[in-house]
């Protein structure tokens, strides 16, 4: 379970997004934004370790489906900071997208084991 990639890369990920946001805040003392990329971004792992230990195919494929839509959210916040100009570096974003194309190949893979 600790070797899938999916879960290697997404608590990677959030682990990156801590010390953004908090180089961020200290260094713009910008908040609002930052906290709430925190909540979704660090959510991402924490959903797709409740899959790992789920009730059945359907309760895993809803775990996924819930980190999904957080990696969206995180998509959305980092897009923000980024255009906005608090914060530069485009390389978590990309990050962010390739947990996201994992997200929908083990979801997608997921359903079509489950239709089987």
């Known amino acids: 379970m600790s070797d ?28 609002i934004l930052t906290k709430q990329l925190v909540r979704s971004g660090t959510s ?16 895993f494929v809803a775990k996924l489906q819930i980190a999904l839509k957080e990696c969206s959210e995180s998509e959305y916040w980092l897009e923000l900071l980024i255009e906005s100009g608090y914060y530069d570096d485009k390389a978590i974003l990309e990050k962010c997208i390739e947990v996201k194309k994992l997200l929908i190949s083990s979801i997608n893979t997921a359903k079509s084991k489950a239709d089987k």
């Open 44 to 59: 991402i792992g924490a959903n797709i370790r409740e899959a790992f230990y789920a009730h059945g195919k359907a309760d």
């Open 4 to 31: 899938s990639p999916l879960m290697v890369k997404s608590k990677a990920f959030a682990l990156d997004i801590i010390r953004i946001c908090n180089a961020i805040h200290k260094a713009k003392h910008e908040s």
